[in-house]
């Protein structure tokens, strides 16, 4: 089963805009959320994470919002510029675990 | 700092084959992890080894094995390849798991 999941495969917004990712997840074990973000032809680079005692962490352009009772986070890019064009990975895990459960990918486009 | 290193970037085997794919890092971190990166499918965890000398199973283990040499290097072999196993490959490091991740450049894997 898909423990950890992003229903959008795709996402296109204009630059300076607003782009909101969103993942969600079925295991409530899981309590430390990651997002990366994947070039193509490049391995993913961490991009921002949070912890569950936490519902909001900001860096820069990019905050993530996590709702524990609705089992959902989101990745908010504010303003979206051409060089986030990329796919954005969710990922979960456990503290007391050992790896990390990845979601599909969202490709997102911001056109100039 | 070369960070996460994989060689080769791209492979072509037939079916039956046998190659190892190699993966370093020189972060001195702990875990190691093999993913495959397969359209729509996320990554998905092959093996990791949580610490010099343990290697476990992940997701997708079958038809795969890997060897822990050192603290340095993850090896990731395929004894007898299979057209499903056409990917791309990632290696990842983390100083201690389930933490931060740093992904390797990945290797493409072509299976005729």
């Known amino acids: 089963d898909q423990q950890v999941k992003q229903n959008s495969p795709s996402l296109s917004v204009q630059e300076g805009r607003i782009s909101i990712l969103n993942c969600d997840y079925t295991?409530?074990?899981?309590?430390?959320f990651l997002w990366y973000k994947k070039y193509p032809a490049e391995g993913p680079t961490f991009l921002i994470s949070?912890?569950?005692?936490?519902d909001k962490n900001e860096d820069g352009r990019f905050t993530v919002f996590l709702n524990k009772s609705a089992k959902h986070l989101s990745l908010h890019i504010v303003p979206s510029q051409p060089g986030d064009s990329a796919v954005y990975f969710c990922?979960?895990?456990?503290?007391?675990?050992?790896?990390?459960?990845f979601g599909e990918g969202t490709q997102l486009t911001v056109n100039p | 700092n070369a960070g996460v290193t994989q060689t080769p970037k791209f492979q072509v085997l037939k079916t039956g084959q046998s190659m190892t794919l190699q993966c370093a890092q020189d972060?001195?971190?702990?875990?190691m992890y093999w993913y495959r990166q397969d359209p729509g499918m996320g990554l998905r965890l092959i093996y990791y080894?949580?610490?010099?000398?343990?290697?476990d199973k992940g997701e997708v283990p079958n038809g795969y094995n890997v060897s822990r040499l050192n603290k340095r290097e993850f090896s990731l072999r395929l004894e007898s390849a299979a057209p499903s196993q056409t990917s791309v490959y990632f290696c990842a490091s983390s100083e201690v798991a389930p933490e931060t991740q740093y992904f390797g450049p990945g290797t493409r894997l072509l299976v005729l």
């Open positions: 080894s949580a610490s010099e000398g343990t290697t």
């Open positions: 949070i912890s569950s005692i936490k």
């Open positions: 990922a979960a895990s456990e503290s007391s675990g050992s790896r990390l459960t």
């Open positions: 972060m001195n971190h702990n875990s």
């Open positions: 295991n409530s074990m899981f309590d430390y």
